[in-house]
């Protein structure tokens, strides 16, 4: 387990240098001037002068090199810069919003398994039935329906014709319902049918027959033996959903005007705010490495073969 | 025995997540509810834009000034002339030296006096933290001559100084509560900040010790949408009382319903197509010429603003009075200018050169996307005449004209946002200047914005403005398409929220709710 664990740190560092080299280089080399931005952000001319001595001012005049070495420097003694808009340091932007994005990819991963489960159990009960037929076109329009147009069609659902719920901002949990089904709902619905097909796949297996020959509920059988492992290859699909939820909620967020991380780094990539947008890949970054090495951990935890290896 | 206390600890868990879930709703959310309950009068807004902080002297100068909260020692009137504020009057001692004489009784929000040395300090402060604000004012010096006079000296004539000192990047604070981490800055406007979510609200109350009349509203809270959709149907569920920036295509939903009112004002934004003077093409006048005859300026008003705009002239804004040019309605003939240059149409109808067929590139950018539908329009017409033009959609359309070759571009700009044409005129047209990125180039008008750069007296400023813009006009380096309107929506409760010209007083003492 040790080894196991100082393996996979070792990959977690690796990848880092690899992210924060080629983040900035992709950013020193995609066009668009922080400073011109920011002093035409409110569409007004900007002078010669006043450019470049904003440019002196965040450090944009240093040789790139000089500017990587402090880059670099500063990822591994957890510095992260500073904002160019804000003046705040990137690592305190960042953790600020992280709890806003937390609870909503914990809320949206609530409802895909909800939905999941819901879907997937009833889908696989009722084989060929009614509700199977209804779980796939629903998976059908969860993998077809884009989340910007789930969004806005329940905004103006629940929000403006039915006034049943807040249409954006994080003031209560009320706010919460909105964006988490905008996001967990399409994921749901595909997952369901992952799960359906494992779960029939299950019934037919030796066991299963030998718990019914045992007299056992069909019901206990269903809950405690065949979801139990067909849930497996779920769990490893809701890990990279949530890291693909944390780092890519970022059109919820803005549509929903949720304070997260997505919609920060979006003002931030229009901004040019170099020191926030790697700061935001090399945590993003740790998170989907940090999820994936959590699961693996998960995996040896759940299943023994893995650990005798 | 064991699955039932398996079950009550899994369900006990389940609530406890839910307990969580209903808690994070945070204690300042809590905070805002509990203070907006307590609040006898208020309302909710929907700006565009999310501040970083409350940082005057920063980027964010702009969002602080329409909340409300704060105030400069100058202020733009409806007829975007400067009229007093937080400086009842003012004198030009000598070319560059003024006298600002500050309104008495004036108090920041934290209690301390306003008086001239505070205004020193927050100004000295606004100029060495933001380049922009350094840029405009041009101070050499400050001095606090008593508690209520302020002498600027500034490092060159600079006739715009009055206006500039509107610009929201001078707002007046209390510089030393920018240092204070525990509480927020203070200003000196009718409302004062109760509280700031970032990215989420700003919460401003009434400030009982207001120098001039004070809020109607006890407390204004601000959300900040970013999405236009979000926006319109945050106002259409009563979510918010009134909303900023509202899209042309989405009035005629809201006019239908008497629930809400659309306001409407003319902008100080002007959208225009700018010519590469040194494009092989655009080189010669008679193809800008021919090609600005052939834009559809009211068409695209009627169709793409859905008239909720003006046919462009000049760079200014016609509520501007130096914006007020005489349209020179002149018979032009696209063939003949066409041919003036040595263009012959070909076989297919397509003008043609040295062998070579017209095709030129359109530059335009995503942030302002009614300007690419433009760019269609303007493309369309153009083919028609045997024209070809490539849209080329660009993420940073200043680093695009700046750093590569093109010959036409999309652009939009606020080009007086402080009343004054001085700045405008200087970058885009001196011929130094690097800003002035179409390479016009005429020493009449160098000398002429220099004169305008000197001259205070208002008439001639206004006149030698108007002339240098026909100066201008002569060479056509950019086509004016339109001036488009600020649309702003209310829910017929909300009184007092209007759209104005200018785009900093949004929030003000005399928005009231019924």
Redesign the interface.
Known sequence: MGKFVFEHLFQLVLVIFCVATLTFLLIRFSPGDPATIMLKANGVPASDEAISALRGELGLTNSIGSQYLEWLQQIFTGQWGESFVSGKPVISELFMRLPATLELAFAGLGVMFAVTLVLGISTAVYEQGAVDKIGRVLALLGSAIPTFWLGFLCIYIFSVHLGWLPSMGRSNWKNLILPATTLGLGLGTVYARVLRAHMLDMLQQPFVKASRARGISTNRILVFQVLKHALLPIVTMAGTSFAFMLGGSIMVETIFSWPGLGQYVIESIKMRDYPVIQGYVVFAAILFVGIHLLIDLIYLILDPRLRAR | MKNRSKSWTAWFVMALCIMM??G???NE?QA??NSQEEAEKSATLAFTW?P??L?PH??DS?EVMRSGTAETLIKLSEELAPVPWLAKSWEQVDATTWVFHLQENVTFHNGKVMDAAAVKNSLQRAIENN??T??LLKIQSMEALSETELKIVTTEINAALVSNLADPGTIVVDVDSLEKEDSYPAFTGAYMVEQF?????LIVKRYEDYWGEKAKLDQVTI?????G??RL??L????VDGATDISVDNIEVLEKNDQFKVLTAKSL?THLVMYNMESPIFKKLAVRKAVDSLIPRQEIVESVMKGQGTAGVGPFSPVLPFGKLTETKEDVSVDKLMQEDGWTKNADGMWEKDGNVFEATLLSFP?RPELTVMAEVIQSELLQQGMKVNIRE???I???LA?EEWDLAMY????A?TGSPY??L???FKSD???NMNHFSSQTVDALINELHQTTDTEKSTALAIRIQEEVGKEIPHSYIVYPNTVFAVRDELKGFEAFPI?YYYNHAHVDKD
């Open positions: 879930l209903v994070c709703s945070s959310n805002a509810k999310s970083s902080g940082d920063s980027g702009w380049p922009g350094n840029d979510n970032q990215d989420e609200s959300k900040f949408i970013t999405d959709n979000t149907m945050a259409q569920s009563g979510d934004r942030q660009v993420e940073n200043d680093a695009v750093e939009s700009m606020l080009t946002h700045f405008f200087e970058i885009f200047s690097s800003s785009e």
